[in-house]
């Protein structure tokens, strides 16, 4: 085979990696758009599924390795079944599990962005631009504030603008699979 018709065959394969992931990203953004709530669900039963089978190789490793110790091994099994059982409690319940998810990841966000703006502020000493830093530290932090203050509505907003970005993104990595030109697989990935 020369080398022009491997190099063409992995032009052809890259195009066909970047746009269906283009794809893919253009219709989970619609279906976050089009159908908020289903779609959050069906993340939360993904998310369910991951946790039973999780759970299941814990219990697993607890049972089954004779090489771990007494407490490695109980608390593989421990573990294990609080994968499960918070699987499971998901499944009877992926309403209120959807709901806990996003509150419990829009604080997750919130509280990070005030530490990350902290950070920020601890390292003056250290940079040249300090008044980008300032500036950066005291968006981040009242930022996360306001995502404290009214977690449910910051959960909507940030998945509205997930939607979005997923449909903009996806867009914009489908025109780059239609006009990828060849080269390394680093220059076609990177954004």
């Given at each position: 085979m020369s080398e022009s018709s491997t190099a063409k065959k992995s032009t052809n394969a890259?195009?066909?990696v970047l746009g269906i992931g283009g794809l893919v990203a253009v219709v989970l953004?619609?279906?976050?758009?089009?159908w908020p709530l289903k779609t959050a669900a069906i993340i939360t039963i993904l998310i369910a599924i991951y946790a039973v089978v999780a759970g299941l190789v814990y219990l697993g490793l607890g049972i089954f390795s004779k090489g771990l110790g007494a407490w490695?091994?109980?608390?593989?099994?421990?573990?294990?079944?609080?994968?499960?059982?918070?699987?499971?409690?998901?499944?009877?319940?992926?309403?209120?599990a959807t709901l806990i998810l996003a509150f419990i990841v829009t604080i997750f966000i919130g509280v990070s962005w005030i530490v990350e703006g902290i950070v920020a502020l601890t390292l003056l000493?250290?940079?040249a631009s300090k008044g980008w830093t300032i500036?950066?530290?005291i968006i981040s932090i009242i930022a996360g504030i306001f995502i404290l203050l009214a977690p449910l509505w910051a959960a909507a907003l940030l998945w509205l603008f997930l939607g979005i970005a997923l449909i903009v993104l996806g867009i914009v990595q489908v025109i780059r699979a239609f006009t990828y030109k060849g080269g390394s697989f680093?220059?076609?990935?990177?954004y």
């Open positions: 890259i195009r066909v953004g619609i279906l976050v758009l089009v490695a091994r109980i608390g593989h099994i421990v573990l294990g079944a609080l994968f499960i059982a918070a699987g499971i409690i998901a499944f009877l319940n992926p309403g209120d000493g250290q940079v500036f950066y530290a680093g220059a076609a990935v990177a």
